[in-house]
């Protein structure tokens, strides 16, 4: 099994978990405690970023530099510039499939 997909697993788990017992957690209250409402708003973030950034750069456990960079960097240009998402996919999309067709992989 790789890397990739026991992280997808843990965080269909995590994921699984966390719903399954915010009713139990909470019982009978209808608001989620402050220090639960600050973890899921801040965690997915960094889960999704450090995700991206390691399918991203890396091949068979190597650093690499190629077309999924420039598509990340024009991602990130246009989620700079308040893009919406579906338009920011496609910049990045093309900016890959360009690169891709006038650099090479």
């Known amino acids: 099994m790789s890397n990739a997909v026991v992280v997808m ?7 699984y978990v966390l719903k399954a017992f915010g009713p139990l957690l909470l ?3 209808r608001s989620l405690p402050l220090w639960l ?4 708003t801040l965690i997915p973030t960094p889960l999704l970023a450090a995700l ?8 068979d456990d190597q650093i690499v530099f190629d077309a999924r960079i420039a598509g990340v960097v024009a991602a990130i240009i246009a989620l700079s510039k308040r893009v919406p998402f579906v338009f920011v996919v496609i910049i990045a999309a093309a ?3 360009i690169w891709r067709l006038l650099i090479g992989s």
């Open 52 to 59: 991206v950034m390691t399918s991203a750069i890396t091949n």
């Open 95 to 97: 900016t890959t499939a």
């Open 27 to 29: 019982a009978n209250e």
């Open 9 to 15: 697993v843990s965080l269909a788990a995590g994921t």
């Open 37 to 40: 409402k600050r973890f899921a």
